[in-house]
């Protein structure tokens, strides 16, 4: 697995809509550049459905999201983490301990 990271949600729009190999987008809700994480997600699902979109945030309460973006609130456990990435893929969980 190749983890990219981008250092705004501009950055990492146009890395996904650069036909780049892409499987999924973890973002956080509070992010520099002229959208948020959730702007982000919303913007992917519209311009690459193809790619899912996870969101996570200690500062917003999960009820104002979008039901259909998943999301993890902070703090979370990486095991929890990679649960629900796994989850997101369509993919079984790996024991990796």
Excluded: W
Aim: glycine share 6%; aromatic share 6%; with cysteine.
């Amino acid at each position: 697995m190749t983890v990219i990271e981008a250092s705004n949600a501009d950055e990492a729009l146009t890395y996904c809509q650069s036909n780049a190999p892409v499987d999924l987008v973890f973002t956080d809700v509070q992010m520099p550049g002229s959208m948020d994480g959730i702007g982000l997600a919303h913007r992917i699902s519209k311009t690459e459905p193809r790619i899912p979109v996870i969101v996570t945030s200690g500062a917003i309460p999960v009820d104002s999201l979008d039901p259909g973006i998943p999301f993890i609130a902070k703090p979370y456990a990486v095991k929890d983490a990679r649960t629900l990435i796994f989850s997101t893929l369509g993919l079984e969980p790996q024991d990796t301990e």
